[in-house]
């Protein structure tokens, strides 16, 4: 009597499943009867681990080729939605720019580029300034115009003719 086992585990693809070749048993009836479990135990063991271990690697291989293609798929929105956001802030559209920006920054919440560039044209569109500046411009001088004006107001205390303020003649000091 001859038997032939090949142990089989559905949903291998790998080619390298398809190269086992199968255990032939030969022997009378009673012969198989007293060892047939023990001569194919470890056997069997070995190639049905093999087989397990290759659909667990092939599911996991399609895991990470599907997460990375969402990945990817993620990473060009974003990519398109910032794209528009130029667009459009280029065009002037700040309200339309600042909706693309947004919809970035909803598939990527910590990416500050994006951001700030939503910051930035919050500010835009709410007409606001920079919240450190001043009314008015201070008018810009040079170092030297900045000492002639110190020195213009000085001099205004004292007068052509000879007076002092508060009746103090420097003369009279020493």
Avoid: W
Avoid at 92 to 110: M, P, V, W
Avoid at 133 to 142: D, G, N
């Amino acid at each position: 009597m001859i038997v032939i086992v090949l142990p089989r585990v559905e949903n291998v693809k790998d080619p390298a499943a398809e190269q086992l070749i199968p255990l032939n048993l030969k022997g009378t009836p009673e012969e198989l009867d007293a060892g047939f479990i023990e001569a194919i135990k470890s056997p069997v063991e070995k190639s049905t681990g093999l087989m397990t271990n290759m659909a667990e690697y092939e599911k996991s291989t399609e895991k990470a080729r599907q997460e990375s293609k969402a990945e990817k798929d993620r990473q060009d929105a974003i990519n398109k939605h910032v794209k528009d956001g130029e667009t459009f802030e280029k065009a002037g559209k700040f309200k339309e720019a600042l909706n693309a920006y947004t919809k970035a920054l909803e598939l990527d919440k910590k990416n500050v580029k994006i951001q700030l560039k939503i910051n930035s044209l919050k500010l835009k569109l709410n007409g606001s300034q920079d919240i450190f500046s001043t009314a008015a411009p201070a008018k810009e001088t040079s170092p030297v115009e900045e000492v002639k004006e110190e020195e213009e107001e000085e001099d205004d205390d004292y007068t052509d003719d000879g007076d002092y303020p508060d009746g103090m003649n420097p003369d009279e000091l020493f």
